[in-house]
């Protein structure tokens, strides 16, 4: 199966919120194609980088992505616009089918520390299959820390380091925002995010239980403290982890100097509980074929039973791979799928 795209060594660095620095001369490209090979992903090629085909163009991710809103806001300093969107602009992916009369879901895309929406979004490949299944893609970036990095102060493990900005508060106005512009099924409002990412997909879903249906986390933690996690209403949840994840540990951990984050098991365990399930975490259906450099089925798939229709709580767990799994094109068709079949009620 193909492969998605291209990228610098700049923009390789979709690591999490636990990331080291490289040492001085050491390339961060070259350190995660390390952490691919670590992670037993067998057959990449050591010059391929974070399952990117090195013959495919830049924009690939983006091919006949029907029309890209620039900056949504920057141009509207009035007209009711939040403050926190004029302040922070943000792209809106409008698929070709779109209509103004017909609501559509909407997925919001959260990078990864270091990285960037556009670059996650090529990496998942939302904006491209937003075109055959007709749903909106916003595309919010995170702030920059000290040394220039994007970030989401999503929960105490990830990934601010001190900072306090209420990114809550942002990616609640960047929905409300959409929203107000776009028509948008206010059942089917999903999140989408990769390490730091998936831990501000979790976050959101703690706090903004009444306006999230669901989210897919991949390498990406709930809090370590239950406790900080208050939903009001159910919402699906969808863990994806490597077991040889290096950075983001499929087993839980913790970043020297930072609080712990839970194991993929323990986060969707706790979603379990919170969305009201009455069962126990066993297999669900079949394993799944998602990554390209490993043989066969290697996603095991787990859930919990006796769970409400909108409150899923599931674990993909895909052996042998790494933080960057080599995605295969069933990837993002699988998550839509899977978000979709999850509405509010």
Known sequence: MSLRLVLPSCCLLLLSCGAQLPPAGVDAGALVADAGAAAADAGADAGVDAGIDAGAPMDAGLADAGRVEPD?????????????????????????????????????????????????????????????????????????????????????????????????????AVIRDVQARYAVDPKRIFLVGHSNGGFMSHRLACDRAGLIAG??????????????????????????????DPVIAYNGGATVGQPPYPSAEDSVRSWGAKNGCTGNLSNIGGDLDLVTALLGDETKREGFTGCPAN???????????????????????????????????
């Open 72 to 172: 949504a806001g920057a141009a509207a300093t009035d007209g009711g616009r939040d403050p926190l969107v004029v302040a922070r602009p943000f792209d809106v992916n409008v698929p070709v089918g779109y209509r103004a009369d017909q609501p559509v879901p909407l997925v919001v895309v959260l990078h990864g520390y270091t990285a960037t929406a556009q670059v996650q979004d090529m990496y998942f490949g939302l904006s491209r299959l937003a075109q055959t299944r007709t749903f909106l893609v916003a595309l919010p970036n995170g702030l920059r820390d000290d040394m220039l990095q994007q970030y989401w102060n999503a929960t105490d493990a990830c990934c601010a380091f001190g900072k306090t900005n209420d990114d809550v508060a942002y990616l609640t």
């Open 311 to 345: 409150g899923a709580a599931e674990l993909w767990t895909i052996r042998g791979a790494g933080h960057l799994p080599l995605i295969n094109d069933a990837f993002s068709d699988r998550l839509y799928t899977w978000l979709l079949a999850h509405p509010k009620p």
């Open 215 to 244: 989210i897919v986390a991949l390498a990406g933690s709930n809090w370590a403290d239950v406790t900080k996690c208050n939903p009001t209403a159910p919402v699906a949840v969808l863990q994806i982890h490597g077991t040889l």
